[in-house]
């Protein structure tokens, strides 16, 4: 028996919510007063009604520790626990630290944590991948070996659509921010190796900023037959279906599949921003 708990950054798809080896332990958002728990209960128009309304950055507080070990506290002799990267938040030093306790009173448990070193649908793979290998009947030890190197390999790439969140957080001066606007740039970003957030490239316009993505993404991309590539959409899935279609008029991928960002990854991604990892 195995366990995949994934912080809530992580957005799991239908298919994922209904196969009883997956969990998601939910993160906190706060915009001004309004504290929001990032779980079934989140309302993504809400969430963004309230960003847009505020003059100050939306936060977010990593899962408990107790959080972690209350799903951690399962059937299963194998459990693995992916939090999104190290670089952008306290969830995996706080899964580590509940893994240590839990495994006080549960010595015959074997847990792994694991620094997904990206964020939203980049977790939801290296879950998928971590499923893959179980039912391939791979002993613990070399799925954990097995998914380092996936993660390795893993590259997250997104465009926003407004530099808002990025203005009030304050990582861009207002002038830029406006210059950016009225100019219609879009930045690509990308994860680097260590899992913290750079600028790949920039483009005029929210169709040639998707066009730059896609290249960026087959640059360094090989064997897509064999690679899933998931797309997750903040409020704009005409957008997310748009890509899709991008995608494979360049590359023929095992599988692409679409979910909307739930609560962090919206926080992050702000109204019109997509995300795109393989």
Known sequence: MYKIIIDS?????????????FANVPLTLQVDDAEIVDDMTFDQADFLKKVAASEESPKSACPS??????????????IYVITLSSQLSGSYNSACLAKDLFLEDHEDKKICVIDSKSASVGESLIGLYIASCEEAGMDFETVVENVGNYIENQHTFFVLETLETLRKAGRLSNLKAKLASTLNIKPIMGSTEEGSIQQLAQARGMNKALDRMVQSMMEVTKNCENRVLAISHCNCRERALQLKEKIEKVASFKDIFIVDTAGVSSMYANDGGIIMVV
């Open 9 to 21: 950054c992580g957005e799991l798809s239908e298919e994922m919510k209904e196969n009883g080896h």
């Open 65 to 78: 520790p107790d959080a972690y070990m209350q799903a951690m506290d399962c059937d299963a002799d194998h």
